[in-house]
């Protein structure tokens, strides 16, 4: 975790310090090693949040685009069920940025739970996923829309393959909002996108990308 209570204030781990977990209210500890990215963990060891991953250097890149109060919000269902959006605006839109593969349940969990959220995925996990993006996509036109067919054995664009917004953030070779994807054909389209602005426009709240869905939806009978 980035963040814990100090004296009821969200605050970023220091040595020696110790908090409270800002989803279940358990004691948190400092972790601020030289060789790992400071965080906060609970004392027992074990997470409060099912869906929790170690976080590194991307995933923190992430959260940093966002004002510090729309980073790591906890977030609570009718049932009581309680889980920790990595990014939730004013709005109630959830980004959810993931590293690691997840199962496709999860994924249905997550959407099912948030409801209004769109995914930010790593696509550098897998260092081939962006050459062979790179090399089976259109250039890109001047409305910043390329087409693309993928190749190689990579899961990438099937994993993804959902009705809720779906961006990959390929590194070096752009970001991408996936716009659509056939898993049989493995061809799609996708539109490049500036990292700061999605940023600054998700937290403005003035819309949840939901207009033109996810890759499955065009797609979808």
Same mark, same amino acid.
């Given at each position: ?106 994924? #249905?969990?997550?959407? %099912?739970?948030?409801? *209004? ?5 790593? &696509?550098? !996990?897998?260092?081939?996923? +962006? ?67 999605? #940023?600054?426009?998700? %937290?403005?709240?003035? *819309? ?5 869905? &996810?890759? !499955?939806?065009?797609?979808? +009978?």
């Amino acid at each position: 975790m980035k963040f814990a209570n100090i004296d009821g204030q969200k605050s970023e781990p220091k040595p020696g310090a110790i908090g409270a977990c800002r989803n279940c209210g358990a004691e948190a500890i400092s972790k601020c090693g030289n060789h790992v990215i400071w965080h906060w963990a609970h004392k027992s060891r074990r997470h409060c949040d099912k869906w929790w991953e170690s976080e590194g250097e991307w995933h923190r890149a992430w959260k940093a685009r966002f004002p510090t109060d729309l980073q790591e919000v906890s977030r609570t269902s009718a049932s009581g069920e309680k889980h920790i959006a990595d990014i939730c605006t004013s709005a109630g839109l959830v980004v959810e940025l993931q590293h690691s593969t997840i199962h496709p349940a999860e994924v #249905a969990e997550r959407e %099912a739970f948030y409801q *209004t959220m769109v995914w930010v995925i790593d &696509g550098c !996990a897998n260092e081939f996923d +962006p050459m062979n993006f790179k090399m089976g996509r259109t250039p890109v036109g001047p409305d910043s829309l390329i087409g693309f067919k993928h190749f190689g054995r990579s899961k990438l664009f099937a994993r993804w393959h959902t009705k809720k917004p779906v961006f990959i953030d390929f590194g070096d070779e752009g970001f991408w909002r996936i716009l659509r994807y056939d898993p049989m054909t493995k061809e799609g389209s996708a539109g490049l996108v500036n990292r700061d602005g999605f #940023a600054q426009l998700a %937290a403005s709240g003035r *819309t949840d990308f939901s207009e033109a869905g &996810g890759p !499955a939806t065009a797609t979808q +009978p």
